[in-house]
């Protein structure tokens, strides 16, 4: 079974620009209309990323598969990429942190969330954190258990690291990590933010 690998950690989430149009002469050109969305990225026994999986439900091969990864690996990525039929051409990706249940060594340092949405199987989350460069950690919380309604928190610990300036991250948790959560059930996220407590609900 491939694994789902968290790419970056925090600290090193990146924006990787793959390539630019360039005319017959061999200039640039400018860009086209690019699609900018989380998906699932699948690399081959050689290190290429060949398949993009969107939450959608939309499956592309990539036309211009970059390599130097994890073989026959999944990468979970917020991708720029423009369609054209069963293909998708990268112009750019960013690391998301797979958050995996920190319940043990639970925290809920507060930071910044700019939007949180469910899709395809994942509970998805921008985040902007302050920070000086270093690193911090990100999880999941599982608080209760209602009948019908499972009570989850972003784990997070600032880890030291100076609230000097914000940042773009994002972060995803598998469904499928919610252990006795049936179809039809209700998911509660709860985030200790720098404005207090946000709770957002979400169907299975």
């Known amino acids: 079974m491939r694994r789902l690998l968290n790419m970056y950690a925090y600290a090193l989430v990146l924006t990787i620009l793959l390539s630019c149009d360039r005319n017959d002469e061999g200039y640039e050109t400018t860009y086209p209309d690019i699609l900018t969305e989380m998906a699932d990225v699948l690399t081959d026994s050689e290190g290429r990323m060949v398949r993009m999986l969107t939450d959608k439900g939309t499956e592309y091969s990539v036309s211009n598969p970059p390599s130097g990864y994890v073989k026959e ?12 039929g069963n293909t ?9 942190t797979i958050l995996r249940d920190s319940t043990e060594v639970a925290a809920k340092d507060p930071t910044v969330v700019v939007s949180a949405w469910r899709a395809g199987g994942y509970i998805n989350m921008h985040l902007s954190p302050l920070t000086q460069g270093g690193v911090q950690y990100w ?66």
């Not at 690996?73 to 054209?84: I, T």
């Not at 998708?88 to 998301?96: E, H, I, S």
Request: some cysteine; charged content about 25%.
């Open 139 to 204: 999880g999941f919380i599982v608080d209760r258990r209602e009948p019908g309604n499972i009570h989850v928190s972003l784990h997070h610990r600032q880890n030291g690291d100076p609230a000097s300036y914000s940042r773009d991250a994002y972060a995803s948790l598998p469904v499928e990590y919610l252990e006795g959560v049936e179809e039809g059930d209700i998911i509660t996220l709860h985030v200790n933010t720098t404005t207090g407590e946000k709770e957002w609900n979400f169907r299975r």
């Open 73 to 84: 690996a999944r990468y979970r990525l917020v991708c720029g990429y423009v369609p054209n």
């Open 88 to 96: 998708a051409r990268l112009y750019n990706m960013t690391g998301v």
